[in-house]
């Protein structure tokens, strides 16, 4: 199946991925003088007394936006809001499907931090969470930063985080197959946007140490003039040997190669060129850095994509239902790097010792226990450390 020219079909007889379904009925005068006027007087003045009993008196409680400004949606960059928008009714689908979550594609026309960030403020009483998707780098970083800081409902950035949360359980299952231990990897991680950056920062947190990053220009090296605000924060923590160069010197003698960039980037010899039993991530979509099968060609002992096609997905929809999900259901203020950990060591635990194999490291994104795992996770998670109202 062409997948393009057959979504574009389906898309046009969908004429949308998600619609507005009412929970009650309003057939008759006493139903609807309940649900709506005069008796909606009634819980309008309780939440007037504490806005709190939104979360119980309305749907505030299970409903997140995906908000996007269209900047960096897929593959495909700043296509604009109204491009990216099915992007987000898709991920609205996955919201309820997976997760129960009631969510809403806002895409705004603005690619101004600020406004952005005013805007998003403005609305945070209509939801119990806030999704950011497909935010160009580094502006998403600050509009994250700072909804976090100003607003009392958990801001989850999905580029970076749920990418981050899927890639290292991806990662410490192909660990357990070639025998290896986070503390003795060398990582390169090849693109330095929203999602290596995050990534990076959520692996050196979890025990990584040796990490280069990458991107078009080459190796992120300390001090390098050229480097925005936060590829010059990360370069601190990482290639603490100081080599500069191309992608083909930093994978010489590398245990994992993580790629969130571009496509045909990496060749059969730069998977030759790294380490015994090498781990091979290539997220690029819809073209990979390198082909699976020719990097298993090549010598890799395990390979993971983003493509739903091949064996390995290592997609982020095994982590934002369940996340929000278990959040939502705590009232949790924030989502935080434990609850992080938490969701990516439940997805990790979803493959059983006797099912792990190179072709099998991840569960299925359609894995309905997975989304339950993660759930469950992160609502402890979130009560452990205080962040849960309930």
């Not at 898309?11 to 609807?32: A, F, N, P, Q, Y």
């Not at 998707?133 to 409902?153: G, M």
């Not at 299925?364 to 226990?369: D, F, T, W």
Request: glycine share 8%; charged share 25%.
């Amino acid at each position: 199946m062409n997948y393009r020219e057959e979504s574009l079909k389906k898309h046009g007889e969908w004429k949308g991925k998600i619609e507005v379904v009412s929970r009650v009925e309003v057939d008759s005068r006493e139903k609807l003088s309940l649900a709506y006027t005069p008796g909606v007087a009634e819980p309008c003045l309780a939440i007037q007394k504490d806005k709190d009993k939104s979360f119980e008196l309305t749907r505030r409680w299970n409903t997140v936006p995906v908000i996007t400004d269209g900047t960096a949606v897929l593959g495909l960059g700043d296509v604009g809001p109204e491009a990216g928008m099915p992007v987000m009714e898709g991920k609205c689908a996955l919201f309820k499907a997976f997760g129960g979550v009631d969510a809403f594609p806002l895409c705004i026309r603005s690619k101004d931090a600020e406004e952005i960030i005013r805007t998003i403020k403005l609305l945070e009483g209509s939801f119990g969470g806030i999704n950011l998707e497909d935010i160009s780098a580094p502006r998403c970083f600050e509009i994250e930063r700072r909804l976090k800081a100003e607003l009392e409902i958990p801001v989850f950035h999905d580029d970076q985080h749920g990418t981050a949360i899927v890639m290292a359980a991806a990662l410490f299952n192909a660990l357990k197959l070639v025998g290896k231990r986070a503390e003795e990897l060398k990582i390169v991680i090849n693109g330095a946007g929203a999602a290596g950056i995050s990534i990076a920062r959520f692996l050196l947190r979890l025990g990584c140490r040796d990490m280069i990053l990458c991107d078009k220009q080459g190796i992120l090296c300390e001090g390098d003039k050229s480097l925005n605000a936060e590829q010059a924060e990360i370069a601190k923590l990482t290639n603490r040997t100081f080599i500069k160069g191309t992608l083909s010197e930093a994978m010489k003698g590398a245990d994992v190669f993580v790629g969130v960039s571009v496509a045909n980037c990496v060749s059969k010899d730069m998977v030759r060129s790294m380490a015994e039993k090498p781990i091979v991530f290539t997220c690029a979509n819809p073209v990979p850095e390198i082909s699976r099968e020719d990097a298993l060609e090549a010598g890799a002992a395990v390979v993971g994509t983003g493509s739903s096609e091949k064996p390995n997905q290592i997609n982020n929809v095994l982590v934002f239902p369940g996340l929000f999900r278990g959040a939502l259901d705590v009232r949790a203020s924030d989502i935080n790097f434990e609850m992080m950990r938490a969701a990516s060591e439940a997805i990790a635990s979803c493959v059983s010792a006797s099912e792990l194999s190179p072709d099998y490291i991840l569960p299925y994104a359609y894995e309905l226990r997975a989304h339950q795992a993660v759930a469950r996770a992160v609502a402890e998670a979130a009560r452990r450390t205080g962040v849960a109202k309930k």
